[in-house]
Antibody, heavy 115, light 107 residues
Framework: QVQLVESGGGLVKPGGSLRLSCAAS????????MTWIRQAPGKGLEWVSY????????YYADSVKGRFTISRDNSKNSLFLQMNSLRADDTAVYYC????????WGQGTTVTVSS | EIVLTQSPATLSLSPGERATLSCRAS??????LAWYQKKPGQAPRLVIY???NRATGIPARFSGSGSETDFTLTISSLEPEDFAVYYC?????????FGPGTKVDIK
């Protein structure tokens, strides 16, 4: 069935790095734009980044621009989010989603930035 | 950036009652507005897209209406599984933005 599965979350110190992955199955991954969304504890949903189907068009939220890099490997049906210079306010559950609209979501992976 | 305002912040209702949720945009988003349902510990679920289209698998008790700046999500008769937080989201003007959410809880 149509599915997205995130991985790569964890506990990291401020200033550290993490790479999130999202494995897609059950649909033609290369046909779809993809996006990362996050939800900080007790907060609402926040869009993080967006990549076109061929990877040539990319957008970032101002809050992560210059620190996060989105990419994809269509041959492996995978989406990635490289997160550098992590801060405490990056602590959140990170979801990948098929766009747009965001009709398929992964279960989320938790990123905790704390010393 | 388009700001989405949702009201009320919390809606306390009983099963079987009608829920009416509002989302207002700071400028026109045409019909490019979606509604998502979010339960604790679960991924968000698309409920309505393009203002009035039910997503796959969404029951007919959910309906969406509106255009430009004013939108409504209606749940005609609340079922126990409908109690959740509902977020509106626009994709008309970059960057895409979410509203702060309306929590529908059990009275």
């Amino acid at each position: 069935q149509v599915q997205l599965v995130e991985s790569g979350g964890g506990l990291v110190k401020p200033g550290g790095s993490l790479r999130l992955s999202c494995a897609a199955s059950g649909f033609s991954f290369s046909d779809y734009y993809m996006t990362w969304i996050r939800q900080a504890p007790g907060k609402g949903l926040e869009w993080v980044s967006y990549i076109s189907s061929n990877g040539h068009t990319i957008y970032y939220a101002d809050s992560v621009k210059g620190r996060f890099t989105i990419s994809r490997d269509n041959s492996k049906n995978s989406l990635f989010l490289q997160m550098n210079s992590l801060r405490a306010d990056d602590t959140a559950v990170y979801y990948c989603a098929r766009a747009a609209p965001m009709d398929v979501w992964g279960q989320g992976t938790t990123v905790t930035v704390s010393s | 950036e388009i700001v989405l305002t949702q009201s009320p912040a919390t809606l306390s209702l009983s099963p079987g009652e009608r829920a009416t949720l509002s989302c207002r945009a700071s400028q026109s988003v045409s019909s490019l507005l979606a509604w998502y349902q979010k339960k604790p510990g679960q991924a968000p679920r698309l409920v309505i897209y393009d203002a009035s289209n039910r997503a796959t698998g969404i029951p007919a008790r959910f309906s969406g209406s509106g255009s430009e700046t004013d939108f409504t999500l209606t749940i005609s008769s609340l079922e126990p599984e409908d109690f959740a937080v509902y977020y509106c989201q626009q994709r008309s003007i970059w960057p895409p933005t979410f509203g702060p959410g309306t929590k529908v809880d059990i009275k």
